[in-house]
């Protein structure tokens, strides 16, 4: 009895703990992954369709080559199917397409673009709104810097908060390996 409460207590104090430790270390470094403070607390595009999100990440990578020899792999890696190559046919999205994330057709849509400079998209779902902005910025010697930021506002109640809490670490998870994907496919293309 005595060693069963004591492995419980054990079980929660670790449990507390590591729960501290995401929140106050691992939490804030992923919310702002590679990005500036400019970033992160600046306005991007996108940022007036979910005005008050309880969930916003920042983050951002340099890429190798300028903004037109990234923008087709942004379009690609966004939901397009994946391929060789990003065809001039997968750079011409306009307002209102819808880029499929699901075998159910559901996916984002296209709010915003402005090739090769910015592209938002919106998936308005049961549980939550969500954007994701991009933007490409030319810097130094025809380098970009890509920023991509995300936004949600879930329901009230237990859907949107459990929504809330499993998007926190696989949006991270998600959004990394895309600008990695993207920012190794344009500096091998180049």
């Known amino acids: 009895m005595f060693m069963a409460r004591y492995m419980t207590r054990s079980m929660l104090r670790f449990a507390v703990g590591a ?22 607390y600046g306005e991007m595009a996108g940022d007036d369709i979910v005005r008050t999100p309880q969930y916003q990440a920042t983050r951002a990578i340099t890429v190798d080559a300028p903004p037109a020899a990234v923008w087709p792999w942004v379009v690609q890696v966004s939901g397009s199917p994946a391929q060789e190559g990003a065809t ?14 699901g075998p159910d057709g559901a996916g984002f849509v296209v709010e ?24 490409l910025r030319e810097i130094d010697d025809g380098r970009t810097r890509m920023v991509f930021r995300v ?26 390996r895309q600008m990695q994907t993207i920012k190794s496919r344009a500096e091998s293309s180049r």
């Open 19 to 40: 729960a501290a430790g995401y929140v106050l270390a691992v939490r804030p470094w992923h919310l702002r992954w590679g990005a500036e403070d400019g970033e992160v």
């Open 88 to 101: 001039t046919e997968q750079q011409g999205l306009k307002v209102g397409d819808t880029l499929r994330s």
């Open 112 to 135: 915003q673009t402005d090739p090769p400079h910015t592209l938002v998209l919106v998936h308005r779902g049961e549980e939550a709104i969500t954007t994701c902005s991009i933007s």
């Open 151 to 176: 936004r949600i506002k879930a329901v009230p109640g237990l859907s949107g908060t459990v929504y809330l809490a499993r998007m926190d670490l696989a949006d991270f998870l998600t959004v990394r």
